[in-house]
């Protein structure tokens, strides 16, 4: 069974950084592009970032986080990464790892990440 568990979210100023960590079990990533998404208190869930496989590696970012996140994967240890630098406000959210295993979208149970000023 496929789960996944989030971690690396947490209280943080302005400006600061966090790492958010996905680890999956039960399913192996290496040939899944897996994405990050966020939804903020009263908002949709969003798109933030995604990963092709490891042959690729190909990434994307929404545009409100270019040149501040930095998604990467480690496929040894089932892992995929979120460096997030700079943060805002507008940062604030419950971040979701997840993977399309057609015709479904896993998500795990999300890790909060807060800004406050």
Known sequence: QLQFVESGGGLVQPGGSLRLSCTASG??????????????????????????????STTYYTDSVKGRFT??????????????HSLKPEDTGVYFCSVLIPPSRFFGQGTQVTVFS
Not at 29 to 53: H, M, N
Not at 71 to 84: F, H
């Open 27 to 56: 399913f192996t990533l290496d040939y899944s592009a897996v994405g990050w998404f966020r939804q903020a208190p009263g908002k949709e869930r969003e798109g933030v970032s995604c990963i092709s496989p490891n042959d690729d």
């Open 71 to 84: 998604i990467s994967r480690d496929d040894s240890k089932n892992t995929v990464y979120l460096q997030m």
